[in-house]
């Protein structure tokens, strides 16, 4: 028997006005909010992100080409692979998680064809050891055979710049951009916010469970200083510095 749990909030509540909404909402202890409002129960020890989905969710815009982006994966069979593409504002220091999939008992051969049309270009973060830890390399080959089947993967697993690969350190990164407003997600993103919400602790330990999105996107933050530019911007640019456009007879 397959389970599936499926989460409303008051945001799904249509036959409420948004005024009545922020109403009901404001009406609540402020430490009752979450569960109330938007259904995300007190877990084990207690979430991942104290963050209010507020704080991180954006409407989906349309990416600035010269922004530098990222992909990243988290390997799995029985319980999901993920994706994720990260675009890097430099300027401001924003993180935007722009995309994001997942899905269960997929070889890296049907997962290319989902993920290349995101651009053949982009590179991938990818983890040390695809969950496997008494395989020692077992992420290396995963991440092979990925690249064999087009993706752009990174040459070595996702780490720190000091070459560390702690997870502890992944997720304080993750809290302290979205505590300060330097990470944001897609509203539509909704698998994602499914797992944030979920993302938990028990007995001070992380829970793996449900837990692949979030996997995949501290792979990207870990890796942000691989994150490059679409190709297709420099190209732009030189146009615009004056080189010929050799379809330009034919525009």
């Given at each position: 028997?397959?389970?599936?749990v499926?989460?409303?909030?008051?945001?799904?509540?249509?036959h409420?006005?948004p005024?009545?909404?922020?109403?009901i909402?404001?009406a609540?202890?402020a430490?009752?909010r979450?569960?109330?409002?938007?259904?995300?129960p007190?877990?084990?020890?207690?979430?991942?992100?104290?963050?209010?989905?507020?704080?991180?969710?954006?409407?989906?815009?349309?990416?600035?080409?010269?922004?530098?982006?990222?992909?990243?994966?988290?390997?799995g069979?029985?319980?999901p692979?993920?994706?994720?593409?990260?675009?890097?504002?430099?300027?401001?220091?924003?993180?935007y998680?722009a995309?994001?999939?997942r899905?269960?008992?997929?070889?890296?051969?049907?997962?290319?064809?989902t993920l290349?049309?995101?651009?053949?270009?982009?590179?991938?973060?990818?983890?040390?050891?695809?969950?496997r830890?008494t395989?020692e390399?077992?992420?290396?080959?995963?991440?092979?055979?990925?690249?064999a089947?087009?993706?752009?993967?990174?040459?070595?697993?996702?780490?720190f710049?000091d070459?560390?690969?702690?997870?502890?350190?992944?997720l304080?990164?993750?809290?302290?951009?979205?505590?300060?407003?330097?990470?944001?997600?897609?509203?539509?993103?909704?698998?994602?916010?499914?797992?944030?919400?979920l993302?938990?602790?028990?007995?001070g330990?992380?829970?793996?469970?449900?837990?692949?999105l979030?996997?995949a996107?501290?792979?990207?933050?870990?890796m942000?200083?691989?994150?490059?530019?679409?190709?297709a911007?420099?190209?732009?640019?030189?146009?615009?510095?004056?080189?010929?456009?050799?379809?330009?007879?034919f525009?």
């Amino acid at each position: 028997m397959t389970r599936h749990v499926t989460f409303m909030t008051i945001d799904d509540a249509e036959h409420y006005t948004p005024q009545q909404r922020a109403a009901i909402v404001s009406a609540y202890p402020a430490h009752e909010r979450e569960a109330r409002a938007r259904g995300i129960p007190v877990l084990g020890s207690g979430r991942i992100f104290p963050v209010a989905e507020e704080l991180i969710a954006c409407e989906p815009f349309r990416l600035p080409r010269y922004w530098p982006r990222l992909g990243a994966l988290d390997f799995g069979w029985d319980h999901p692979s993920a994706a994720v593409e990260l675009a890097w504002d430099t300027e401001a220091d924003v993180v935007y998680v722009a995309k994001a999939c997942r899905a269960s008992q997929q070889t890296p051969a049907m997962q290319a064809l989902t993920l290349k049309p995101w651009g053949e270009w982009l590179p991938w973060a990818w983890p040390r050891d695809g969950r496997r830890e008494t395989l020692e390399g077992a992420g290396v080959a995963l991440a092979r055979q990925y690249a064999a089947h087009g993706l752009n993967m990174l040459s070595s697993h996702a780490q720190f710049a000091d070459g560390s690969v702690s997870v502890e350190a992944g997720l304080m990164e993750m809290l302290d951009r979205m505590q300060s407003g330097r990470f944001k997600v897609f509203s539509t993103l909704l698998p994602w916010f499914e797992e944030f919400r979920l993302y938990h602790r028990k007995d001070g330990q992380v829970v793996k469970l449900r837990d692949d999105l979030m996997a995949a996107t501290r792979y990207g933050v870990m890796m942000l200083r691989q994150a490059v530019v679409d190709p297709a911007e420099f190209k732009t640019a030189r146009r615009k510095a004056g080189q010929s456009d050799p379809l330009g007879a034919f525009r």
